[in-house]
């Protein structure tokens, strides 16, 4: 490999690092009565004293599967029983690490649930190495967490990264579906299986809080040059643009020039759990980076 090769992959480790040490870190501080915000806030923290955001802290609690982050007047609190998915982006100069993982608070119905999701991350990760089919590796995730006896969520997927880019281009299905396209060495993947005891679909359900740039414009030049094309919350825009945040917020998505996530809930209403690694491909076999 060439040397800016390696530059750029010591990158991808270091922010690996970071954002598998951040995530251990929210684990940890995670309680019954705290606010998602304080949890949210001192995660994030962690990351900027360290490195960069690659996108807010997601909190994404029981039926909600993902692209939740609360906002500045979020009143929400972790309440026993709740099955919470932590899903933390750190960069090192645009080179970025994507990890998740699933508690549930003070009781332990979803057991089965969260090991399901882990698992089949774990047995997807033994057998990527360069020439592996995208449709092996959503195989076996599929196969995993329906020998659990739960299903896979089918729209959601895992991704390619690049520099400043979370999906970039190539996706990673968590069940069974033709694609005979193969990874390559080199090519950093972020690999994460949903498991659900719904029926393994989800659907917009109101905004998440999260935004990206959706086009370049001199309106949004700050915006731009604090985030680049990276996702941000409206959390981070209060250094900016203080009280006018949220008119600022609507004035520049009615133009089109920033586009708004939406918070993803599985149709049923069913429980959700979710892990997630950022992998480098091997000729091999492949190296987890967070
Ligand atoms: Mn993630
Ligand atoms: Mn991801």
Known sequence: ?????????????????????????????????????????????????RANLAFPVNISVNSI????????????????GDVVKIDVGVHVDGYIGDTARTIEIGSSNYKKLIESAEKALEEAIKIIRDGIKIEEIGKKIEEVIKKYGYKPIKNLQGHSLERYKLHA????????TRNPKTLKEGQVIAIEPFSTTGEGIVIDNGLGNIYRIAKASPMIQQIKNKFNYLPFADRWLYRIYG??????????MKKGLIYPYFKLVEIKKGVVAQAEHTILIKSDGCEVLT
């Open 243 to 252: 009280n006018k945040t949220h008119t600022k917020l609507s004035l520049f």
């Open 169 to 176: 281009g190539i996706s990673i299905p968590n069940y069974y």
């Open 65 to 80: 599967a993902a692209h939740f982050t609360p906002s500045i007047n979020d009143k929400n609190y972790f309440k026993k």
């Open 1 to 49: 490999m060439a040397s800016q090769d390696n530059e750029k992959y010591e990158k991808y480790r270091e922010a690996g690092k970071v954002a598998k040490n951040a995530l251990r870190y929210g684990l940890s501080i995670i309680k019954e009565g705290k606010s998602y915000r304080e949890v949210v806030e001192e995660i994030e923290r962690y990351i900027r004293e």
